[in-house]
């Protein structure tokens, strides 16, 4: 069983930043944020795998989001940057036995996510 607690969430106006934490009790060979706004479907936003490659799902956060894990804190980020009212949604961190997917059906855990509104 893995546990992931996200953290970091709130409210900030656009082109304000964020930094969102995810603390694991095991580190699995991928591990991702995913984000649900309402009414849509949650949607993968990146991922990072064991070797330390990265693969963004969501082509409108290239250039201002950035995944990055400390594995001697056991914590994995998304920072935030130039954030846009579209960006507004409950964000997850989910991990999974294998490579990067996309797909939030391919990952075996998830916490509980952590609220981010942007206003204009």
């Known amino acids: 069983q893995v546990q992931l607690v996200e953290s970091g969430g709130g409210s900030v106006q656009a082109e304000g930043s964020l930094r969102l934490s995810c603390v694991y009790s095991h580190y699995t060979k991928s591990m991702g944020w995913f984000r649900q706004a309402p009414g849509k479907e949650r949607e993968g936003v990146v991922c990072?795998?064991?070797?330390?490659?990265?693969?963004y799902y969501a082509d409108s956060v290239k250039g201002r989001f950035t995944i990055s894990r400390d594995m001697t804190k056991n914590t994995l980020y998304l920072q935030m940057n130039s954030l846009k009212p579209e960006d507004t949604a409950m964000y997850y961190c989910?991990?999974?036995?294998?490579?990067?997917?996309?797909?939030?059906?391919?990952?075996?855990?998830w916490g509980q996510g952590t609220q981010v509104t942007v206003s204009s």
């Open positions: 990072v795998d064991y070797s330390g490659a990265t693969t």
């Open positions: 989910a991990s999974r036995f294998l490579w990067c997917s996309g797909s939030k059906t391919q990952y075996n855990y």
